[in-house]
């Protein structure tokens, strides 16, 4: 019986929308396909975020340093070493 109810509610329901309801404004689909891309986008930036932390970590365990250092020579040592060579 109450499989019945459930049924004919439903039923009613759907019979008595308007058909207003049924239409999708073109810029509210707009609006909902570009917050459904930012939250693709948003989580692929946190994954790889995540990603690169959690391989600089494993390289910290094995010694591995993960920053490059780069060293600039001084024009002085450079001129000092020619002389002296």
Do not use: H
């Given at each position: 019986m109450f499989g019945f109810?459930?049924?004919?509610?439903?039923?009613?329901?759907?019979?008595?929308?308007?058909?207003?309801?049924?239409?999708?404004?073109?810029?509210?689909?707009?609006?909902?396909?570009?917050?459904?891309?930012?939250?693709?986008?948003?989580?692929g930036a946190l994954a790889t975020v995540f990603r690169h932390k959690i391989v600089a970590f494993f390289k910290k365990e094995k010694g591995e340093s993960t920053k490059r250092e780069i060293h600039l020579r001084d024009e002085e040592q450079d001129s000092s070493q020619e002389n002296n060579s």
């Open positions: 109810i459930l049924y004919f509610v439903c039923f009613a329901v759907v019979c008595t929308v308007s058909a207003s309801a049924e239409y999708i404004d073109p810029s509210a689909v707009t609006y909902t396909a570009q917050a459904i891309a930012a939250v693709v986008v948003a989580i």
